[in-house]
């Protein structure tokens, strides 16, 4: 038995499913498995950080998208980062250095970028006693606080080979301990489709614009060939607002939850913003997704990989979706899904950093 202590955050829900995917599988090959959320770390003092962080993150990064992108653009300088680790680090370096020698991990792997900045400053105090990994959950537009300790790593893992190909030249990465795995899913959760005929459909509101979501649902609700699926996500508000307004719809359904990755072998179509954990699960189940738009800066490389890979398309015209929902023959992307997805998915992460 080893001992795993996995770093995560909860900004955005991509982080938080690949760790506890990889807790789920170690757990059941009799490791011990221990999940620190940054965001309950940062919490640990009367300021509250975490939560503040956080907050400020999901609001900020969805209602102000043009000022967000610029932010996020600054941010991916390593004078910039380093100049913000230097003032995040005297605060709370100590108590992660605590927490870390009394847990005595074999094995630490992070899911949440901002985590290995904590792992450099430790091994550069103590001796090295376990491996280190990093799960990318960026695509292709990497951003570069991923790559900013990238000596005190010792294995790299991302979803596909275009974002490895992206990882060596944007870095000059020279070590080859870059590993494609895709996004760590159970292997219960794949399916290979014959064909695609689109009838039930999920429409994730999260970050969607009013107008295009009321736009797309006047039009939808003439479809009475789709099962329209909407789901609440984080845009409560707009959701509060579209179950009371079509609220007699008879092919509508609403869900304040709906749990996507185990009901997707029953949905044809997802149509959502591209994070990185909707997307692998979607392109697990071979399901197309179209994304009318996107988190600028952090999800611009995740839309990139859908339009590089064919595997979607990004349409904002709520006329233009429908259209393509009538008469786009949708099974065409089903060979490249399978170019990309690996059942092996978490397996290959656990080898590697177990052996």
Known sequence: MKKVLILTGSYGSGHNRAARVLEKQLIAEWNQVLILDIVDFLNENSMKSGNITKSFYEDFCEKYKKVWEITFNIIDDATVKRFLYGIKYPIFQSRFDDFVQTYEPDVVLSVFPFWQGFIKHYLKKYEKTFKTGVFITDSINIHSIWYLDKDYIDYYFVIDKLTKWEFIE????????????????ESDFFLDREEIKVKNIILLLTSQEENFILDLLEILKTRKEFNINI????????????????????????????DIKSELKNIDLV?????WAIISECIANDVPVIIPTFIAGQEEGNKLLVELGEVWFFEPDAKKIDFALRYLDFSKFIPNFRKIKNKDSTKIIIDTLMN
């Open 231 to 258: 789901l609440a996500g984080r845009n409560k508000v707009l959701f509060s607002y579209v179950s009371q307004f079509y609220t007699d719809i008879d092919n509508f359904k609403f869900y304040p939850f709906f």
């Open 271 to 275: 149509i959502s913003k591209p994070g």
């Open 170 to 185: 944007k870095f000059n990465h020279t070590k080859d301990n870059i590993i494609v795995s895709f996004f760590p899913l």
